[in-house]
């Protein structure tokens, strides 16, 4: 095995990150704004008012200037797989292609065939095609999350494949079930439910701005009322669907599940930490408490985790170390089979290439007995396995905190709208115009939980992080991480302006 450049690994990393972070910041706010669009529409042809044509027009031109930037950080991580990921782009290219084929060819041709005509068609076709057209750029734009959400899921749980032997990569044997995967569901649900919610913000943030400025005020009522009840069903829907993230994560990442409670030793009637700050540098056989200082709610971990409120929830030290008792298989001995697994994998190869068919058959046959284990086969020492426990356990619990607040700010954004009494509590409308920025932060956090807390693997189980990158120097994937970092600044920057511009002149003259 070639020496692995661990800095290169570090700046791939650190640069997928950046691009992912970035992009991040356009995509929640394109998923929830064009649903809101459509709900602004819905509400014109329905009730024929003026008003309501004006303020879909407004919201859809916020939307149009977002949808673009956004589209130009995605493209960047597509090459990126390349570039960076190469070795982990072969092996997965089977898999990846079909849902990302299928993005282009159904998602993204219902945004693109219906885009101009939503932004382009007020006087030039009838109404209820005009809004049949913002239904489907709506919908369109969140089957396009569908399709990218599947394929990331595969990589937190594989399903409905094969490893080819011959060729190092992953096939696909059923496409349904890469589908339907669980992990694959609750991955979309829970995305596509906070970004509704961070689309729901963004309208109340400029609209509680117009009315502390005096400024468009009955167009700002209406924006947050309709704003206020989805934001609030939204935040019902990431609740469940939250909830059906964590049963998936305790029986496909159970690692993962540990280090956002921040789990070290299982227990039955596990505690779920309400509120937690953890210790320093905490070895996973260390028995101490690993909190300095927390607040548990007694055995409602292992109800959301295994819907049985006295059930056995495995901690950091059970999953690397084994626990005999609970029957967990510890990470040593998964490192064993995989070593193994690694090894008849390469005598397969040798077999094959020196045309000894019986050598090849057998080393075939030892090869599928440990696969499975294949990715434990490059960790050095079990450790490896923990992912970063403080980094989860935070984004975590800061995703969580503030989604339970959101709830109460709409229900008390909807109740003030309702009674027409929201100009009168202007330190509601501060909160208002920064409650955008909080539904971003919550939604990283969310997205720094899925992925940090899946490390080190970049496939669950089969291919680590390290494994998976190009063999390029360091220095060349540093040079573009800062390259990349002022573009995506600079784009950042360029939203900004023209939002601000937009948001200034207001819907008068859209």
């Not at 969310?446 to 390029?472: C, F, K």
């Amino acid at each position: 095995m070639n020496q692995i450049d661990l800095g290169m690994v570090d700046w791939a990393r650190a640069q997928f990150a950046l691009t992912a972070m970035y992009h991040w910041i356009f995509v929640p706010l394109t998923l929830g704004l064009s649903f809101l669009c459509a709900f602004y529409e819905s509400l014109y042809v329905r009730t024929g008012k003026e008003a309501w044509k004006k303020i879909a027009k407004f919201w859809m031109t916020l939307f149009g200037i977002n949808f673009a930037i956004g589209v130009a950080t995605g493209i960047i991580l597509e090459f990126e797989f390349g570039t960076n990921w190469s070795n982990y782009s072969w092996m997965v290219g089977d898999i990846f292609g079909a849902p990302l084929a299928v993005e282009g060819i159904v998602a993204f041709f219902l945004e693109a065939t219906f885009f101009a005509v939503m932004f382009f068609g007020w006087n030039r076709v009838s109404k209820g095609f005009h809004l049949f057209s913002t239904w489907m750029v709506a919908i369109g734009s969140n089957l396009s999350a569908l399709w990218i959400l599947v394929a990331n899921g595969w990589m937190q749980h594989p399903v409905g494949m094969i490893f080819n032997p011959d060729t190092a990569r992953f096939e696909m044997q059923n496409f349904w079930e890469v589908l339907f995967s669980p992990v694959a569901i609750a991955k979309f649900t829970h995305t596509t439910s906070s970004s509704f919610i961070v689309g729901s913000l963004f309208v109340i943030t400029v609209a509680s701005w117009y009315l502390l400025k005096g400024r468009n005020t009955e167009m700002a009522k209406k924006s947050i009322l309709v704003a206020a009840v989805f934001g609030l069903l939204s935040t019902a829907y990431a609740g469940l669907t939250g909830d059906e993230s964590a049963y998936v994560n305790a029986s496909t990442q159970p690692m993962k599940l540990a280090a956002y409670e921040g789990l070290y030793n299982g227990k039955a009637k596990a505690d779920l930490v309400a509120i937690g700050i953890l210790k320093g540098q905490k070895a996973p056989d260390d028995d101490t408490d690993p909190f300095l200082f927390d607040i548990k709610i007694p055995g409602l971990l292992s109800l959301l985790a295994n819907r049985d409120a006295g059930s056995f929830v495995p901690g950091i030290k059970d999953l690397v170390y084994g626990n005999a008792q609970e029957k967990i298989v510890g990470v040593k001995a998964k490192m064993e089979r995989g070593r193994m697994a690694v090894a008849d994998l390469a005598a397969y190869k040798n077999a094959r290439k020196s045309g000894d068919k019986a050598g090849s058959a057998m080393a075939l046959q030892k090869f599928g007995v440990n696969q499975d284990y294949l990715g434990y086969g490059y960790f050095s020492q079990p450790e490896e396995s923990i992912p970063p426990v403080k980094l989860t356990f935070y984004s975590f619990h800061l995703m969580v905190t503030l989604g339970c607040l959101f709830t109460l700010f709409f229900v008390v954004f909807l109740y003030l709208a309702y009674k027409n009494s929201l100009e009168r509590h202007r330190g509601l409308l501060r909160l208002g115009v920064v409650s955008f920025f909080l539904g971003l932060l919550a939604s990283q956090a969310g997205w720094v939980v899925a992925e940090a807390g899946r490390q080190p693997w970049v496939i669950q189980n089969y291919l680590p992080v390290h494994i998976g990158t190009s063999n390029i120097a360091a220095g060349n994937v540093q040079a573009t991480f800062f390259m990349f970092l002022g573009l995506f600044t600079l784009l950042l920057l360029a939203e900004v302006k023209i939002m601000l511009k937009q948001i200034n002149i207001g819907p008068e003259e859209v």
